[in-house]
DNA sequence: CCGGATCCGTTTCGATACTG
DNA sequence: CAGTATCGAAACGGATCCGG
């Protein structure tokens, strides 16, 4: 049993530490949804995505929370919490996820149609706007319906 | 042994296939280091950062590679791998770097002198342009001086 | 039923020793 | 110097249970 914690030294660039809060296969995944899918309910985030362990996505939940990324509502009824949203920090956080969503539509299999990417890469700073505009409306409608449903992404899927 | 795999799903999300590579705790920090300090050798990683462990960095940097998003050049006399470069597809990875590392200034504790952050926030497009610049010139100085020793960031590191 | 918490087997991580 | 090998520790993931 070598007890040596070793004093774990942290560099100071600001990314490290941001990378302790979001570097996971989840969290990231998590704040999507909020954000571009519209999502707000536990069951919406454990029916989605790959399928999330539910002591996962509480524990993530959890930890987004006490990282003042999104704020859980607590019904006074209900001791439960039933809804989460972004906070201006997690909002703020839209350029980051908007970046890795053109990155990956021009990198990765590109599920997505590219038309919208293009288009949206183009309007960054207008889809950005957007999200926070709606974020301080407290509207949670999907902001890139594309995204919205399960299978998604590609193509027509009109409603 | 069960050997039920479960046939995961994965949505059509962009964002969920990028995070299959990029979502862990160390996979972005060696592009961070790789782009913006500047690191090429396997000690440069190693040495820096919070202490990734060898195994941890050996893997990641394999992963990276199999995913396209950095190169690793072999010798001819060494079977070892001696440098790693970024591809086209990592470099474009800049602007997602970047937003994290404006929104790591912003919200997270501010290590790093808020008037470069606030400074390179406006140039956002500039400081891509130049990332991007240096990629194809093979030029390896670090894209952003503060950040490329080690227990950097705190403002005037007199030199 | 919904939002979790708990239990438990499996996978991944991380520290260190070791090798070419 | 650039990695592997090893092994204990931690995180994950699935199933199940529980309180509101």
């Known amino acids: 049993m070598r007890g040596k914690v070793k004093s774990r030294r942290r560099s100071g660039c600001p990314v490290s530490l941001s990378l302790e809060i979001l570097g996971d296969r989840w969290s990231l995944l998590v704040i999507r949804d909020l954000m571009v899918r519209g999502f707000r309910t536990f069951k919406e985030f454990e029916e989605s995505d790959e399928g999330i362990a539910t002591n996962i996505l509480s524990d993530r939940l959890r930890r987004l929370e006490t990282n003042g990324i999104i704020i859980a509502e607590t019904e006074k009824t209900d001791r439960r919490r039933g809804s989460y949203r972004l906070t201006e920090k997690g909002i703020d956080l839209a350029p980051v996820l908007l970046d890795l969503l053109i990155w990956g539509a021009r990198h990765e299999e590109s599920l997505a149609p ?21 974020w301080r409306e407290r509207d949670s409608t999907p902001l890139i319906p594309s995204f919205a449903d399960d299978g998604a992404g590609r193509s027509s899927k009109r409603r």
Do not use: S
Not at 114 to 134: D, F, S, T
């Open 114 to 134: 590219p038309a919208l990417m293009v288009q949206m890469e183009k309007n960054r700073e207008g889809v950005i706007a957007e999200a926070r505009k709606r």
